[in-house]
């Protein structure tokens, strides 16, 4: 599949690690980017190949362009999020820091990108995430499909467990 909601638990589990230093929403767009390539080459020609976004330039192309273009939409985004909750547990819980400092979105941009190509790679077979330094991909296969969803779902989960048990340190 090419674009895998998988992708965002380990970054889920980042965010409430690090809330301040880490924005998702620069991380989701990032990961959904970088995946605009599979995407359009199966539209082109019915194969969801990896060759230039899915290398070492390529996600610090997708980065730079999700940090440095996506930074304003997301606050928006984050804005109009807030503007939808209503006083009380919603307010208290739901609400999100606004702000989206350059520096984060570079970093969450990054590591989006970055944290991509390793899970592809595992993935799939012609994702080649450390071209032009090194060609092919040796990684591909080192943990099964099914161990590596579950890994991130256990991500994702982890990082419902820790939000929901520290409220007071919530932006
Ligand atoms: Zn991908």
Known sequence: MPITPFHFGPGALIKVIAPRHFSWTIFALANVLIDLEPVTLFLLIGDPAH????????????????????????????????????????????????????????????????????????????????????????????VSLDMLHGLCVAAAVVALLIFISRPAIRP
């Open 51 to 142: 060759p230039w976004l899915h290398t070492l330039p390529g996600a610090i192309a997708v980065a730079a362009a999700a940090a440095l273009f996506g930074r304003r939409p997301c606050e928006w985004i984050l804005a109009w999020w807030n503007r939808q909750l209503s006083s009380g547990w919603q307010t208290r819980w739901l609400v999100v820091e606004t702000p989206i400092p350059l520096s984060t979105a570079w970093l969450s941009a990054l590591i989006g990108t970055f944290s991509h190509l390793g899970l592809d790679s595992i993935m799939h077979t012609d994702v080649e995430a450390l071209w032009p330094l090194i060609s092919g991909n040796s990684v591909q296969g080192l």
